[in-house]
């Protein structure tokens, strides 16, 4: 299979974990709940060992300086393996703030767009997750959010 | 702490988080959407979240039980919600495109969204009302009942201001009326005109309706002619509001600078 074909199959493999996060019922089903929390970010963590053992090595590449990371992205190989990290980690933080948010009664409206953020933009999603604890901790109201 | 004030309370939390955010992205940002700076769109409309959300969540908290059960109640906060994060995130996403949301009109596409922002901003508005009318009713509330009738006249008032001066605003082609020479100067913080008609202000009066009141009421509460000092009020706000929104009608700035 192609870089590109794999790049494809990784892609198209996260879509429905995020529709279970973002739609579906939750806590009610346990093995509803482990496709995103786990089985699709083990498929993809096992992807990306296999791709990162044998493209890790290319030439100048490394964790050093912006010029080893792009070496080290350089190949679509490469590239391909950084981003199936994206999909495997940003899924598996989905599913973590998902179960944090339901613990605080956070109404789905909510997260929904909250989740939709960490799927596009990973940290940002988390930021405001996080940031928006924070205030409300500090304004003595910790337990809406 | 109720499930309705509660989700206010994170919506707080979350305007105040975009608050942060827009700040942080400040720290990287160059570039302006006319002649201002990207973040600032954003920012702006994520503080006047946070007075929206705060001042919501401070009422609902102390409704009865019975009012807060109330389905229509949880049906407006979800549909806040959805408008919130609608507003928001169309408007950021716009601006770090370097893109207009109010107002543009480029393609369908923005059309729709632009569309949406309106059927949104409304919904903010009936809403507060709509928690206005449950607390002016709510004879149970944990409110004093004159702080209650300035709840109740102020949330409703803001919606029927803001209705008529967003209104106008989006009825015309910008938040100008007349147009500001390059440079031109404008009110410090608030970035209105201070050249030309700017609708703005009046939009900003008729929004916080809602928190002038209420803090009137509030000053006011107890004494014998109080709710007179209410209507009298709201009826004074309201001609401010009126008279500020003929003004920019007339193409003429709040203040010249």
């Not at chain 1, 953020?117 to 990973?122: A, R």
């Not at chain 2, 919501?56 to 039980?65: C, H, K, P, Q, Y």
């Amino acid at each position: 299979m192609s870089a590109e074909d794999l790049f494809g199959l990784a892609s198209a493999a996260v879509l429905p974990g995020w529709l279970i996060l973002m739609l579906a019922p939750r806590g009610k089903w346990r093995w509803l709940d482990r496709i995103p929390a786990l089985v699709i970010p083990f498929g993809l963590s096992a992807l990306y060992t296999g791709l990162i053992l044998a493209h890790f090595s290319a030439a100048g590449g490394g964790f050093g300086s912006i010029a080893q990371v792009r070496a080290l992205f350089a190949s679509d190989w490469g590239l391909l393996a950084g981003w199936v990290h994206y999909l495997a980690f940003d899924l598996m933080i989905g599913a973590l703030m998902a179960t944090q948010m339901d613990r605080v009664g956070l109404a789905r409206i909510s997260q929904a767009p909250l989740l939709a953020l960490i799927f596009l933009f990973g940290p940002l999603g988390v930021f405001l997750i996080w940031a928006a604890q924070g205030a409300l901790r500090m304004m003595g109201k910790g337990d809406a959010a | 702490m109720n499930t309705v004030a509660k989700q206010y309370w994170a919506l707080t939390g979350f305007a105040m988080a975009m608050m942060a955010a827009g700040l942080i992205w400040a720290a990287f940002e160059a570039r302006q959407f006319q002649e201002t700076l990207v973040w600032i769109k954003p920012f702006k409309f994520a503080l006047s979240f946070v007075v929206l959300f705060a001042t919501l969540a401070w009422v609902t908290a102390r409704l009865s039980a019975a009012a807060q059960s109330a389905r229509a109640l949880k049906w407006t906060v979800a549909i806040m919600a959805a408008a919130f994060w609608f507003e928001m995130i169309y408007i950021a996403a716009q601006a770090a495109q370097g893109l207009g949301s109010h107002y543009n009109l480029g393609d369908w596409y923005h059309q729709i969204m632009y569309g949406l922002m309106g059927l949104g901003a409304v919904s903010l508005v009936v809403g507060t009302a709509l928690v206005g009318w449950v607390a002016l009713r709510d004879t149970d509330a944990r409110l004093g009942s004159d702080l209650r009738f300035g709840v109740g006249v102020g949330f409703i008032l803001s919606c029927v201001l803001t209705l008529i001066t967003a209104g106008a605003l989006s009825s015309m082609a910008g938040h100008f009326v007349g147009t500001p020479p390059a440079g031109a100067a404008v009110i410090p913080l608030f970035g209105w005109s201070a050249a030309v008609g700017d609708l703005r202000p009046a939009h900003f009066l008729a929004l916080h309706a809602m928190q002038a009141i209420p803090l009137l009421a509030w000053i006011v509460q107890g004494r014998s002619m109080a709710r007179g000092w209410i209507i009298g009020g709201a009826a004074a706000y309201t001609a401010l509001t009126m008279a500020l929104f003929v003004q920019a009608l007339m193409g003429l700035p709040m203040v010249r600078l």
